[in-house]
């Protein structure tokens, strides 16, 4: 079984949606944030902090090595992934890539009061969301696979990607 990586910026569905989809399809659901938390035993802000975003993105791109070599995976990436187009390549050559999207109104929604994204600490979040958007977009928009999540359920989500795999749900 291929694994399902999801790919999108902050606050557009993928810990949600993946763990959604690992239930229903009987596979094993994985985020890479929590992997790297664990591993360096410090929340995402203190290893900013501690270590610089630079840090963080080198241990990114050792879960990634990692993870596209095995197998039956749903992946919840960090909104980050993109930057180094060998995560994607990576990724790609054992998975389905999806990119979510969301507004950025139902991304401030999701993640606006949420203290653990370094990204958007301190005032004018909405400012903090369109700048990094603006940079990475090209980025999210070359992924082939793409879904809006703005107005959407996490089962609706789920099952358009159920439906572009292919495959058949344990309990549908
Ligand atoms: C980041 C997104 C975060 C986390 C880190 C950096 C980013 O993950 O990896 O704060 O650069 O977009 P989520 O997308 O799960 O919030």
Redesign the pocket.
């Known amino acids: 079984m291929k694994n399902i990586v999801l790919v999108?910026?902050?606050?557009t569905g993928?810990?949600t949606v993946g763990i959604e989809l690992a239930e229903r399809l009987g596979m094993v659901f994985l985020d890479?944030?929590e992997i790297i938390v664990e591993r360096e035993g410090l929340t995402?802000p203190d290893i900013?902090e501690r270590h610089g975003e630079d840090y963080?993105r080198l241990l990114?791109r050792k879960v990634v090595k990692e993870l596209a070599g095995r197998s039956g995976l749903v992946i919840?990436?960090?909104?980050?992934i993109v930057l180094n187009s060998h995560n994607i390549d990576d990724f790609s050559c054992t998975g389905l890539v999806v990119c979510l999207s969301a507004s950025p109104e139902a991304i401030i929604n999701r993640?606006g009061s949420d203290a653990?994204?370094?990204?958007l600490a301190g005032d004018d979040k909405m400012a903090k969301i369109m700048s990094?958007l603006e940079k990475r977009q090209k980025l999210y928009d070359a992924i082939p696979f793409q879904i809006d999540t703005s107005g959407l359920s996490i089962e609706t989500v789920a099952d358009e990607i159920i439906e572009k795999l292919g495959v058949r749900p344990l309990q549908s």
């Open positions: 999108g910026f902050m606050g993928k810990t890479m944030d995402i900013f963080f990114e919840a990436t960090g909104g980050g993640v653990n994204r370094p990204l990094i």
